[in-house]
């Protein structure tokens, strides 16, 4: 990663630990119920198998 | 065409990162003048099956953590707007690496715009992205004529992902666009 890229990764870390005045944010507020993909995984085992495909990809391309 | 230039993105007014809620919000100035405030949100799937995917996006803000996602603005930079995203998960991505975002593309649209991004900013996302479609597919039963279905008699859909596959056009969208931190 170039150095001014990663400078603004750090940039924005450090923001992100600052104490925010007057904001405060509850987590999850909007989530949605559902999207296009929760709608093919219906089991334990279709996510499995989903996330066991996502890290075949990952290795392969490494 | 959306160019993503992670070097060129716009200031954050304030930023939130951890696994739970990721927030960060900044300013878009506006083809009719004005800027528009705009809030980047990265949260958790929805379904808890999938603990490590989160879902990314963006708009303009609605209450403390919400974002309208479905008006339509002009911004006078859509790329510098689309590049302060990328910019925010791909740091979300260093705090968190063993996550993957998603972009849910059930929506054309959206899929068009996704897709084309994926496509248009191929090597400037590859520097730092493994990127990831998802198609949907169903099971062709032993008797070569009906198909795997759920007890309504829809089709059974499943998830198949692959590494993006640059060849195919905006005319073959995939239903689920996913990036995560390279290796």
């Keep these: ?62 | 065409m959306i160019t993503v230039n992670i070097e060129r993105t716009y200031d954050l007014l304030w930023g939130e990162i951890s696994d739970k809620l990721s927030i960060t919000e900044f300013k878009s100035p506006q083809v009719v003048g004005d800027t528009v405030l705009m809030r980047v949100v990265i949260e958790p799937h929805p379904d808890p099956l999938l603990p490590n995917v989160y879902n990314l996006a963006i708009g303009p803000p609605i209450g403390d953590s919400a974002i309208d996602d479905n008006v339509r603005l002009r911004h006078v930079d859509s790329g510098r707007v689309f590049s302060t995203a990328i910019l925010f998960a791909l740091t979300f991505l260093t705090e968190f690496p063993e996550t993957i975002i998603g972009l849910d593309g059930t929506d054309d649209l959206r899929a068009t715009l996704y897709h084309s991004m994926f496509i248009a900013n191929r090597e400037s996302m590859g520097e730092y992205f493994e990127t990831i479609g998802v198609d949907w597919y169903v099971k062709l039963l032993r008797n070569q004529i009906d198909i795997e279905r759920n007890n309504d008699g829809t089709p059974f859909f499943k998830p198949r992902p692959e590494a993006f596959d640059y060849s195919r056009t905006r005319h073959d969208l995939y239903r689920y666009y996913m990036f995560e931190l390279k290796n």
Excluded: C, W, Y
Excluded at chain 1, 25 to 54: C, H, N, P, W
């Design chain 1, 1 to 62: 990663m170039n150095s001014h890229v990663q400078g603004k990764i750090d940039d924005i870390k450090k923001l992100a630990a600052r104490p925010k005045a007057g904001h405060v944010v509850s987590s999850g507020t909007k989530r949605q119920s559902t999207d296009g993909l929760s709608m093919a995984i219906r089991t334990q085992k279709d996510a499995d198998t989903f996330m066991t495909e996502l890290k075949a990809i990952r290795k392969k391309a490494s």
